[in-house]
């Protein structure tokens, strides 16, 4: 795993997280077990295969175990969203998962910040860094980070992925989408999948998903999600709302049921047989430069309402890279002030270097004219121009540039994003 943490040993409690995968050999199948001590338990069972919790057998309460240092208030919310994604996936899918996953709720130090969850067989851990602890989160955000990595424990075993992480975006988009789903705000589901369309558009490369899939970072949970959407409004659109992704997944589960078997992944991602419509997933599946225009048509065309918007703060990051990887010999960083920007960039970019603060770039505000900016210097960097950076009234610093800025990245805003009857 590239991305994620996985605590190989980590105290919860009275007892002990681990995570058997990460104790594998190098070379071979390893079978391992642990051997606990007298009184003592282990969950889900004592063979690594995932991740376990190892206790003394009086800790264990009703199927979760959380740490001393996990506020009563969280575990509540935690506990409370369980319970609620359980109910409406085992509705939805027309079956329970085999029995309710043993939770392990964890204080993890090695997070700098956020939470982190896993499912693995019969075993979910949530994991909070210390700031998450000491303040409040929204039940909302509780809800869907526990409703996503439980919509995980319906798939243990179910598809058979692909190697090297390839197939990350199909089960990270499942379960992400899921999670929208389950919290039945069309409010927050619209505006959580603007910011997933935005943030594929930026990522995914023009060979799509099955030749250049993203395996790691936000990009992967992004277009996963954005391909559940576009694949759901397919089968609400045909099936005149009768049906919709849970369907489709219900259907899927059946069939690993009845055949016991898992499914192959590239049929988890095919189109229904009976799809009347053209299949606008395949636009983010196969190669195509051109995909979001056709692809938002789809979208709009099956019952959403996707709009352009400007997006301010994407053309300023855009003329910020596109400027700082000119100069720059090493890393390139920034962050933003109010109604300025500081350039993080030492002494390895040169007419850039000792982290010069800018509010203009090419004589436009960046706050107050950011569509300016990225029009100037696009003329600018087209025709071989020097490009200014100036902070108030003062030249900071000039900057040849002689490499086009690429177009300013595409932003949507999802005003609707399924029609009513579907």
């Not at 050999?25 to 079978?31: E, N, R, V, Y």
């Not at 993890?108 to 700031?131: A, E, K, N």
């Not at 989160?137 to 424990?153: C, I, M, N, T």
């Not at 270097?353 to 706050?367: E, M, Y």
């Amino acid at each position: 795993m590239t991305d994620r943490v996985y605590p190989q040993a980590l105290r919860v409690g009275e007892g002990w997280q681990l995570y058997g995968p990460y104790l594998e050999t190098l070379s071979g199948d390893a079978p391992l077990k642990v051997r606990v001590p007298h009184a003592w338990i282990a969950a889900p069972s004592p063979s690594l295969v995932g991740y376990l919790y190892v206790w003394p057998r009086a800790y264990l309460r009703a199927g979760i175990v959380a740490a001393p240092a996990i506020p009563s208030a969280l575990r509540y919310q935690i506990v409370e969203a369980f319970e609620g994604a359980r109910t409406v996936y085992t509705r939805r899918l027309g079956r329970a998962a085999s029995k309710p996953p043993f939770v392990i709720i964890a204080l993890d130090p090695t997070l700098q910040s956020g939470w982190r969850g896993d499912s693995t067989p019969g075993t979910l851990s949530l994991r909070f860094s210390p700031d998450i602890i000491s303040r409040h989160v929204s039940q909302d955000r509780v809800a869907r980070f526990v409703a996503h990595e439980l919509f995980h424990d319906w798939w243990q075993g179910k598809i058979i992925m692909p190697a090297a992480e390839k197939g990350a975006w199909l089960q990270e988009g499942m379960a992400e989408y899921a999670s929208l789903l389950a919290s039945d705000d069309d409010a927050l589901v619209g505006a959580e999948l603007a910011r997933h369309l935005n943030g594929c558009s930026d990522a995914l490369a023009p060979a799509g998903l099955l030749s250049a899939p993203p395996t790691s970072g936000q990009a992967v949970y992004d277009c996963g999600t954005v391909f559940q959407w576009v694949r759901d409004l397919q089968v609400r659109h045909d099936s005149h709302g009768h049906e919709d992704a849970f369907t489709g997944w219900s259907n899927l589960l059946r069939r690993a049921r009845d055949t016991h078997a898992p499914i192959p992944w590239a049929e988890a991602i095919s189109a229904p047989a009976d799809m009347a419509d053209t299949d606008a997933a395949a636009a983010l599946l196969r190669p195509n430069a051109g995909r979001w225009p056709d692809l938002v048509e789809a979208l709009n065309r099956m019952g959403a309402q996707v709009l352009p918007v400007q997006d301010d703060g994407a053309l300023r990051i855009a003329i910020l890279q596109h400027l700082l990887t000119l100069a720059c010999h090493d890393r390139i960083g920034f962050f933003t002030q109010e109604g300025s920007v500081k350039l993080e960039t030492g002494n390895r970019c040169g007419p850039l270097n000792c982290d010069p603060v800018i509010d203009s770039i090419a004589g436009h505000k960046l706050f107050a004219d950011a569509a300016g900016a990225f029009a100037a210097v696009a003329a600018l960097c087209a025709s071989d121009r020097r490009v200014s950076f100036d902070n108030g009234d003062r030249r900071v610093a000039e900057l040849s540039c002689a490499k086009p800025l690429p177009p300013a990245p595409k932003r949507w805003a999802v005003r609707a994003w399924r029609s009513v009857e579907g």
